[in-house]
């Protein structure tokens, strides 16, 4: 965030290092994700904010006197992002907002709210205040990732100022995506630093650990694996820094951003399992948190945007082939 708002003036390259130190502390992919919204939600408002905007909105959530949620998925849309039901209807001076959205990190807790919402215009972006007596917040029991909340947020009629809209109406779809590319960083960034936390644990692990008189560390089978492991992970740290130093030099990186969460991912994943197997059956007792580290590992690979989505955007935007769907 700029430093005359209060914030650090730093970039995504050193966002991506902080949150990967986090999760690879063994805090890992949730405990990161506990704060990274608070990181990059608020670009549109600095890209897109009026300057009593950003006056306003800004140094609160700077100094943690507010916490923000990110509102935009919604249950029968999915990635289909342009196509989402909830309403801002404007009467006078304000926006009303009715409708539902799902996986909304952070809803229990946060005093803000980034929402978007389909006005006569199109889609239309707001920052606004989580009024409980026009919103419900429901907590969605999950299998992993239990560091930060996940909700289904209901909206029955929340009033919005409208000095609460940022950009013009209409334009909703074209702000987001400017926190869109700092997101996939910072996830490919705390998934490599998961999947280096699960490796060290399998590692350290298979030094120790001796069957039929020597460790099993120095057997092949478990060697080779975790190896492969590691130059995945590194592989997959280089794009998801040459993304944040594209996106830190004002240079396009949609195709490096998504390629990192992509590819960490998919490392994280295979990390996370491998560690799991070399642990054998205690992988599977939460006293040695690799199997915590498996569960986290979902996440990176479903959200914030599919494997699918990625590879269709790489085969599209890249090779030049045409859109399949």
Known sequence: ?????????????????????????????????????????????????????????????????????FAVTEPNTGLNTKKIKTKAEKRGGKYYVSGQKVWISTAQVAEKVLLLATTGEGLTLFYTGLDRQHVEVREIEKMGRHAVDSNQVFFDGLPVPESDRIGEEGQGFEC???????????????????????????????????????????????????????????AANLMAFKAASLYDTGKPCGAEANAAKYLAGEACFDACQQAVMTFGGFGYAAEYHVERYLRESFVGRIAPVSRELILCYIAERVLGLPKSY
């Open 1 to 69: 965030m700029p430093e005359e708002y209060g914030g650090s003036g730093l970039g995504i390259v050193e966002a991506a290092v902080m949150m990967q130190a986090i999760s690879e502390s063994g805090a890992g992919f949730s405990g990161a994700s506990a704060v990274h919204m608070n990181i990059f939600g608020l670009n549109p408002v600095v890209i897109y904010g009026s300057e009593e905007q950003k006056q306003r909105m800004l140094p609160p959530l700077i100094a943690g006197k507010e916490r923000a949620c």
């Open 176 to 234: 987001i995506l400017h926190g869109m590319n700092p997101e996939r960083i910072l996830i490919a960034a705390e998934l490599v630093g998961l999947g280096r936390c699960a490796v060290a644990r399998a590692a350290r692990y298979a030094k120790e650990r001796v069957v039929f008189d020597r460790p099993i560390g120095q057997n092949q089978a478990i060697q080779h694996p975790l190896a492969a492991n590691w130059m995945a992970l590194e």
